[in-house]
């Protein structure tokens, strides 16, 4: 079961929805933070946060690739911070159970050797929280709905994603899940930026490395820098973020 939170609200369909923590709170996002842990926080105090009503929606990808995975794994646990699962969520939770995606995410390049170096227990602990995490997460924030899944965005309407239950579920030979942490077509389909997702101001994703800056495609964000490879870590409040590409 989802640990539960006080900004937790209801779940609909594969949507975690969730709340500001206060009326006077501000919502940043961040992107993928690959065990980046000591550059997030020294980012959080750049942007003042206020860690008592502020809030940080991350779009998965915790962990991987950089020494702070633990520390990220971690951040579940605070009540100022949520995430959707990203693609590295799932390595762990299949490789916990699948030696030949063990093998894979162990690679360098993909960096989960730190995962298969921990006890079991403690394996089967992180496993379990990264395969609650949801695949979706909306917010209601300062009049607006925005959106966030880790990877892509399959249907034009945020609220098809209401009428899906089973993530499993096939959409043009892929599963809704696989798209929602997996796929980059949106990313790489150059037209798509004229295409705006309804039922959403912006909906923000990450996992797609966009080298130090915020790419746009329609109404969708991609918000991944690319940190482990050596640029920046993107933490930015969601207005700001839709105020810079007039959304």
């Not at 962990?63 to 633990?70: A, E, Q, T, V």
Request: charged letters at 25%; one cysteine or more.
């Amino acid at each position: 079961m989802l640990m539960s939170k006080e900004v937790y609200l209801d779940r609909v369909g594969l949507v975690q929805r969730v709340k500001p923590r206060s009326g006077q709170g501000r919502i940043f996002v961040v992107g993928d933070l690959h065990g980046c842990y000591e550059t997030f926080m020294e980012k959080l105090v750049l942007v003042g946060f206020d860690f008592e009503h502020d809030l940080v929606i991350a779009v998965g990808d915790l962990c991987d690739r950089s020494r702070g995975s633990l520390q990220c794994v971690g951040l579940l646990e605070e009540p100022w911070f949520v995430s959707v699962k990203g693609n590295h969520e799932d390595f762990c939770v299949m490789g916990s159970v699948n030696e030949d995606i063990a093998r894979v995410h162990k690679d360098p390049r993909n960096g989960g050797a730190w995962f298969y170096e921990l006890g079991e227990d403690q394996r089967r602990e992180i496993a379990q929280k990264f395969y609650d995490l949801p695949l979706a997460i909306e917010v209601e924030y300062k009049g607006d709905r925005y959106g966030f899944t880790h990877a892509d965005m399959p249907f034009q309407n945020w609220e098809d994603l209401y009428h899906i239950q089973d993530p499993q579920t096939d959409l043009h030979g892929r599963s809704v899940s696989d798209w929602l942490m997996w796929s980059r077509f949106g990313y790489d389909t150059p037209d798509k930026d004229t295409a705006l997702i309804k039922g959403v101001r912006a909906l923000f994703h990450g996992h797609c490395p966009t080298l130090g800056t915020i790419q746009k495609r329609g109404n969708e964000l991609y918000v991944d820098f690319g940190e482990c490879f050596g640029y920046d870590l993107c933490v930015i409040e969601l207005n700001e973020a839709c105020e810079a590409f007039n959304l």
